[in-house]
């Protein structure tokens, strides 16, 4: 890992970054500031304006209370501005980022070709990617996590695009926080653990990946993924950044590693954008895939998974409607302890992990509460 840290900050996080023209990073950061607007200013209002129909209604006599609520509030022009803004800026991020990554074609080609002969990458021209990626473009990236561009494109949009839509806040232009915050938990929980093999399902670009380098520099690392254009990127990225994982192209609803074959499996972001049988096969996988005594650490978005407001279950199915997160709701209310139990897991616990801001470094934090989003993610983890 003797490149991360330099890279650390800079515009140019690492070599397979793209780097936007100047009329390009303009574009870009009016698309950040309006979802800045969009989220920060709009959607407060939104909220003011939902609360206030609700007040006093302690007794819903609906049997759709939050369908009820989007209608009465599709009556304000001001929630159907907003509404469309939130899709439209979306729509707007992957626009900019897309044509900027695509002007710079080969030079991330060359740049691919060029990183140093570390780790490994295994693709399966034959490999079908399951119904609930394929069906829909999550987060409106136009050809989705599964697109084959045949190269490096859209793993390179994803990456631009992610540091974009997540307004920098993780990990700036490395977009890692989240890696470094699974591997902290491990370290949280667990500090008799001294993983010789480990695993990232549904690793994407490998920015969750390569910080499992970091924090275990003794384990040999795996990732897998369903995009081929996404693995192709990631291998580059991380060679770049002198990380050896090994990636390769499977569903982490079932692998092809055998039995027992690791000692830390972990995902991030990744049981949210599955179906619910999906998402169990996933924790049922990690339970198989881990030796006695090993550990699986799932992180997700650090929201409430109990709803305390009718307008937080709203803005949830808007999130899935109009941001194509289809199992956005689900995830947010499900009972991951029952989930990691029925998989077959012991001393199971749910809470927040503190952001591992420092890296390996960080001070490591976790409890029953959220320290707020982006500060904290939650986690579910327990022993094979």
């Known amino acids: 890992m ?33 979802k800045v607007m969009v989220s920060q200013q709009l959607e407060p ?8 129909l609700t007040a006093g209604e302690d007794d819903i006599t609906t049997n759709d209370p939050v369908g009820d609520l ?22 707007q991020l992957w626009s900019a980022v897309g044509t900027s990554v695509t002007r710079q074609a080969d030079d991330l ?15 399966d021209p034959a490999f079908q990617a ?25 793993g390179a949009v994803m990456d631009r695009g992610g540091a974009v839509f997540m307004l920098g806040r993780n990990g700036g232009m490395l977009n ?33 990946t390569v910080p499992a ?20 990127y990631a291998h580059a990225r991380a060679r770049h950044l002198g990380a050896a994982v090994h990636f390769s192209q499977q569903s982490a609803e079932r692998t092809s590693f055998p039995d027992a074959s690791f000692d830390i499996v972990y995902s991030c972001v990744v049981l949210h954008e599955t179906s619910q049988a999906g998402a169990a096969n996933i924790l049922a996988e990690s339970r198989r895939l881990l030796r006695p005594g090993g550990v699986a650490v799932h992180l997700e978005v650090p929201l409430l998974h109990t709803f305390g407001e009718l307008w937080e279950e709203v803005s949830a199915e808007l999130e899935a409607e109009f941001n194509n997160e289809p199992y956005w709701r689900g995830a947010l209310s499900a009972d991951y302890d029952a989930l990691m139990r029925t998989a077959g897991f012991t001393d ?31 986690v579910t983890s327990g022993r094979a």
């Not at 209002?45 to 206030?52: D, S």
């Not at 990732?223 to 996404?230: I, K, N």
């Open 70 to 91: 989007r209608d009465r509030m599709m009556r304000f022009e001001t929630f159907k501005t907003w509404l469309s803004l939130k899709r439209e800026s979306q729509r």
């Open 176 to 208: 890692d926080l989240r890696g470094h915050t699974a591997l902290a938990h491990s370290r949280t929980r667990f500090l008799d653990l001294e993983p010789a093999r480990i695993l990232d399902l549904g690793c994407g670009i490998g920015t969750s």
């Open 2 to 34: 003797s490149g991360m840290n330099e890279y650390r900050g800079s515009e140019g996080a690492h070599p397979m970054i793209a780097n936007p023209s100047h009329d390009e990073m303009v574009e870009q950061l009016f698309v950040r500031d309006l």
């Open 109 to 123: 080609a060359a740049r691919a070709a060029a990183a140093p002969p570390l780790g490994s990458l295994t693709l």
């Open 213 to 232: 380098t970091a924090w275990f520099p003794q384990a040999e690392v795996h990732g897998v993924d369903v995009g081929a254009s996404m693995l192709r």
């Open 130 to 154: 399951p119904a609930y990626i394929v069906d829909a473009d999550i987060h409106l990236m136009p050809g989705g996590n599964a697109l084959d561009d045949g190269g490096v494109l859209q």
């Open 45 to 52: 209002v939104q909220r003011k304006i939902a609360n206030a």
């Open 348 to 378: 199971v616990q749910t809470g927040y992990q503190s952001t591992a801001f420092g890296g390996p470094a960080s001070p490591l934090s976790f409890g029953p509460t959220s320290n707020g989003v982006f500060r904290s993610w939650f």
